[in-house]
């Protein structure tokens, strides 16, 4: 296919010009593959739209000419929900032209910004107004804001601040008729009928293209205080949790939990790593921030561990007494990742279950895992404080790692009937895309998928918009 | 009409029960004027269901025969929400005796519970295991959780804790059809598709019938301190509320402001209260918690308000040094209602308005509408940290006010407007119902109302579910 032989592609140079159409595979490729390459694929071609105007004509022409559209913002999603089947019927639609700063009011707590605007520059937008835009990711200089709405994204302050959801107080959404549906308002309160915005806040864009928002913004914490804590059992974990939050509120911004086998790998692949304490079953990392200064709060947080590893819970801990201290310990965590991807883990869950539910999922899984797929080694790391573990399993011996990942389907179904079973769910923040769409109507109630259905087909009757993500098959 | 000429009204009896359906004007009148006395209706029968199935029933049985419903729950709405219009057509359904308390899990800081509880009765039940729930309304007694969620309630704490949407994990709801809508899951992240429950929040009924709950829970404050300040504008009172914030973050959880007019209006109506400090043209009341001790929490304010004070913002402050002198100052500011309640004050507003702005919008409203209507008094008072202001207005000249009521709709219209040219809303907390109906489509833009009409006519085509609140008119 040629330039010439498309009308649609015509159409969209002329929209955005010719320099934001990209047809060679050179340019198309890393918008056809998602970022950990599990997805691929084709594409009539790929637009950048450079304002909001351009992103509702593009949709407008797009559903004139019947062609889907998949929305994209930075690619780094992990569930293959910005990446286009293999047709090569769709315009992927790259939002990251749109990257202005639209407004900041301090005084309000707002910021204003295009969906392509990265994470790391709103932040840096909120911070440059001695503010907090508080959401953070591993992907934080790449992913976009619009995509983070798009797929609710989480990460390790949820426990405080919320998902991307309880961020946002604006929207602005280009739906799959072109229209423009402006919401972007900075309001605390609005009871003015259904809010709208939530529909496509984690709708991984299905109902529309998120173009820009309105976000809260916090207070810059001046005071911080990290913590190293061992813990023998989850159960231990949890409880000293609910201790922390008691004494200390909102003040508690993060708790991570990391298990025995998932700190022996980041040593063996970092040997450069040091650990913060002598060996335990469990260690949980936690932060806690305020507006003192870090003497205050990291005397108070001292005290208050003291007098609790006094009482046998946590066994023991250690309070970083530096900003380098408190980085080396995050650095531990952040690196579990790669530390994975070292070693080939390959099957990895992302599910949640009521936070007093984790010591027991722990153990049951604990129990039936290594029944059914003996050798298995579960490695659990996670945001104890929100219940949601990336539990993630590989065989002990590398060498029957690729036997065991043939066997994925029946390990997830283990894994998801386990979380399903205790109240939990198969996607805690890295949402369905094409991974799980298969799954979904096993774990949702059906009136669930027929509701979600009938709000598609309402606002995207054709099913154009970003096709096949969320919902199997043609017909949403 | 009698129950033999009715078969709806058989087939609710065969349902609920004789005695749960009630069709005496002395049983029935109770559900069929609002709170305030502003909205009279007339219905065909008071439904009482017990269970969620007999919800069901009874929304299917009413499908069937094509009879509206109008959900109900303690029938304190401002708007005229849960009131049948006057053609006698509609079955009142209400929710109170669904007030079971299903589950509570402190370990997951949750709740579950039905949508008949009052707000008092899940405060209690978090008390109960040592955790709050922190919504909190001057209806708490008899307002219920499902109509605090069918509205989205706000009141005294948003600021810190968000307004009822903010405070749902997971929700049941009773579909148009009879179906049932269940997604009670307490979890702090779940992406698996579109955020169902978002919908039903805030709709007033409309959607469907709410059910059943399951409420976020947060650690029960150990600590609090009250205080009363003193500020010459409106403006230095939102620059102290931001250095509040910053220096005590999530510990600020109220910061309400009063205007001189409306304490004075206070003093007139009730002499026995006393001014906790000299004149001055605004006040603010505000409250921090905190998980430690009183004396500490009450120092660290001293100390911060002390220096602030000194700096001459505020140019007052006092903080109560027992919980009888902070319930003293509460006093103050919930009596606020009953002073205007007195003096006859007749023209409510409930805008909100980017909390940047809520001086601008003061500083205007104060020039535009003495000129436009000679002798108007404004009385205001509100949540200033949401930026949401209970901007209420009389007559200086009691015997005028009747001729200024008249003109209510003209000065609305300019107080309206003014909100929303600063990026303001016509309701923050109290919603739309069939007070506002009519103003709605001038204040959302249009695609606004088209998307929510679509999805208002795909969950309940027939416009049976509280027809005739939200949306203006027969079809939505």
Redesign the interface.
């Known amino acids: 296919m040629t330039l010439t032989t498309d009308p649609l592609v015509a159409t969209l140079i002329g929209i955005v010009g010719a320099a934001n159409v990209l047809r060679e595979d050179a340019d198309t490729s890393p918008h056809l593959t998602d970022w950990r390459g599990r997805f691929c694929g084709r594409a009539r071609g790929v637009v950048r739209p450079g304002t909001r105007a351009e992103v509702a004509a593009v949709v407008a022409a797009c559903q004139q000419a019947g062609v889907p559209i998949v929305p994209q913002g930075g690619n780094t999603g992990l569930v293959g929900g910005a990446t286009p089947d293999t047709s090569g019927d769709a315009v992927v639609l790259v939002l990251t032209r749109l990257n202005r700063i639209l407004a900041v009011?301090?005084?309000?707590?707002?910021l204003s910004v295009e969906a392509g605007c990265t994470l790391a520059a709103v932040q840096e937008a909120a911070a440059a107004v001695g503010r907090l835009f508080p959401l953070s990711l591993a992907a934080e200089g790449s992913c976009t804001i619009g995509g983070n709405l798009a797929?609710?994204a989480?990460g390790v302050h949820?426990?405080?601040y919320?998902?991307a959801?309880?961020l946002v107080l604006g929207l602005e959404a280009v739906?799959p008729d072109g229209?423009?549906?402006?919401?972007l308002?900075?309001?605390?309160?609005?009871?003015?009928?259904?809010?709208?915005k939530?529909?496509f806040?984690?709708?991984e864009g299905t109902?529309g293209i998120i173009t820009a928002a309105t976000l809260k913004l916090?207070?810059?914490?001046?005071a911080s205080a990290t913590l190293w804590l061992a813990f023998d059992t989850p159960s231990a974990a949890?409880?000293f949790f609910?201790k922390l939050?008691?004494?200390?509120?909102?003040?508690l911004v993060a708790y991570e939990l990391l298990s025995r086998r998932v700190l022996d790998l980041l040593f063996k692949h970092f040997p450069e790593a040091r650990a913060p304490l002598p060996e335990a079953p469990w260690a949980v990392l936690a932060e806690l921030?305020?507006?003192?200064d870090d003497a205050e709060l990291r005397a108070?947080v001292e005290d208050f561990v003291g007098a609790a590893s006094a009482g046998g819970e946590p066994g023991d801990a250690v309070v970083a007494h530096s900003d380098s201290q408190a980085k080396a310990l995050w650095w531990l965590r952040e690196h579990v990742p790669e530390a994975e991807k070292r070693e080939s883990v390959a099957i990895k869950h992302d599910i949640?279950?009521?936070?007093?539910?984790v010591p027991e999922f722990l153990r049951l899984a604990g129990q039936t895992l290594p029944q059914r797929f003996p050798g298995v080694q579960i490695l659990c790391f996670g945001?104890l404080?929100?219940?949601?573990l990336h539990f993630n399993l590989c065989h002990v011996d590398p060498a029957q790692n690729a036997a065991f990942l043939a066997r994925q389907d029946e390990v997830n179904r283990v894994v998801f009937d386990l979380a399903a079973w205790l109240?939990?769910?198969?996607?805690?923040?890295?949402?369905?895309g094409q991974l799980?769409r298969a799954l979904?109507p096993t774990?949702?109630?059906p009136?669930?998928m027929?509701?979600?259905k009938?709000?598609?087909?309402?606002?995207d009757p054709h099913n154009l918009m970003n096709p096949g993500k969320?919902f199997l098959g043609e017909g949403a």
Chains 1, 2 share one sequence.
Do not use: C
């Open positions: 009011d301090a005084m309000n707590n707002t797929t609710n989480g949820v426990l405080r919320g998902n959801r309880e739906l229209r423009v549906l402006d919401s308002r900075g309001l605390r309160k609005d009871n003015t009928g259904l809010d709208l939530q529909l806040i984690g709708s109902l916090f207070p810059q914490p001046t949890v409880h609910a939050q008691t004494r200390f509120g909102a003040r921030v305020d507006g003192g108070a949640a279950v009521p936070v007093s539910r945001h404080g929100d219940g949601n109240g939990g769910t198969i996607s805690a923040e890295h949402g369905i799980r979904l774990y949702k109630s009136v669930e027929v509701v979600m009938a709000i598609k087909r309402t606002l969320l």
